[in-house]
């Protein structure tokens, strides 16, 4: 027969210790994937802003009337980005300076503003 001591095997310490450096790393890995993921969504709404006040900027670079202010909203992928444009003289007779600014909510305040020159 095999006395106590000389039985293998891990002491409750021993487990217990290797529980808590592994649930240590698990919210670890778990932090940093949630960083990962608020990170992309942000970046991919920033695109998707960046995208809309390019598309309205490019609508006036080939619209024969010159451009006015306005403002409208647009949906994509499940975000509503309002989209504001104000015009002003620029620097250059025959030309007008067009700055848009995209705004949207996911989930707090976001914006991108894009300013540009065209030729009336």
Do not use: H
């Not at 649930?23 to 960083?35: D, E, F, K």
């Not at 499940?78 to 989209?83: G, K, P």
């Amino acid at each position: 027969m095999r006395s106590p001591a000389s039985c293998e095997g891990f002491t409750l310490p021993e487990v217990l210790v290797a529980l808590l450096v592994f649930g240590a790393m698990a919210a670890a890995i778990t932090s940093t994937l949630l960083l990962n993921v608020r990170a992309n969504r942000i970046a991919k709404e920033m695109t998707a802003a960046t995208s809309v006040a390019q598309s309205r900027i490019e609508a006036f670079r080939s619209s024969p009337t010159a451009p006015t202010n306005g403002n409208d909203t647009v949906t994509l992928d499940n975000a509503v980005y309002t989209r504001t444009w104000t015009v002003a003289a620029g620097p250059v007779p025959g030309t007008t300076r067009v700055t848009v600014r995209v705004t949207w909510r996911e989930p707090q305040p976001e914006a991108v503003e894009l300013t540009t020159y065209v030729t009336s």
